[in-house]
């Protein structure tokens, strides 16, 4: 049994902390996925096994069953980057949200990280005027598509859990693309729909290079805090 077993959507959420960890002194392990198994990455780091689920609810509940399966962990982190729904809050501001059986809350507020709410999307939220329709509807600080689907699964076989995100776009900022016209179904991304979308908005291009700059921000600060903290 493992006792920390860590999600985070995508590899660029996770490489930070890998590398972070690498520097700590603590070597991350490649390990296969069960046979037939297609999509996710899976790594393991002592007691710590690091799974990538891939974006969306579906695809985190669908690598999320089977690591829970497979790792049957202590506790459960959900990491990576969200968007602010609280106005004000800056991109690298880390919350997190932590059941107290996971001994994690007061560490990580002691290295930065402040508690507060994770609201769960089944789609990218794009405009400043959706999330502060969300902000209304939930209270919540930030919003992912994954973290609360993990969630509700470790709820249901009563294993403690958490979430630890950092914000990669503001509460007030809209995103230079609608991402949700670029993804498959499957919750892929599309590049002949990325490029189809950026030819016919150009304009979006300096936003996107923007967005990519802060998301790789907001997952070094995310990875300096998890490391630490596990």
């Known amino acids: 049994m493992s006792r920390t077993l860590l999600f985070f959507a995508m590899p660029s959420e996770a490489s930070p902390f890998l ?3 690498r520097r700590l002194g603590r070597t991350s392990t490649p390990t296969p996925l069960p046979s037939g198994v297609a999509g996710g990455r899976r790594y393991r780091v002592g007691d710590l096994e690091v799974w990538v689920t891939g974006v969306g609810p579906a695809n985190a509940v669908g690598i999320g069953t089977l690591a829970l399966d497979a790792v049957r962990p202590e506790r459960v982190l959900t990491a990576g980057v969200g968007g602010a729904l609280r106005p004000g809050m800056k991109v690298g501001d880390v919350v997190h949200d932590a059941e107290e059986p996971t001994g994690l809350a007061a ?3 002691d290295l ?3 508690a507060g709410l994770c609201a769960l999307s089944q ?3 794009v405009t400043a005027a959706q999330k502060a329709a969300l902000f209304r509807s939930t209270g919540a600080d930030i919003v992912d598509m994954e973290s609360g689907a993990i969630r509700e699964l470790c709820r249901r076989r009563s294993i403690p859990s958490a979430t630890v995100r950092s914000v990669s776009d503001q509460a007030e900022d809209d995103l230079p693309l609608d991402f949700n016209r670029v993804y498959t179904s499957t919750m892929t991304l599309s590049p002949a729909r990325l490029a189809w979308e950026i030819l016919r908005q150009p ?5 996107l ?3 990519g700059r802060h998301a790789a921000d907001a997952s070094e600060r995310l990875a300096g805090i998890l490391a630490k903290a596990l």
Do not use: H, M, N, Y
């Open 19 to 21: 590398r972070e960890l």
């Open 107 to 109: 560490r990580l507020s």
């Open 112 to 114: 930065g990280s402040r």
């Open 123 to 125: 789609t990218v939220v």
């Open 203 to 207: 304009a979006a291009i300096p936003g």
């Open 209 to 211: 290079i923007r967005l």
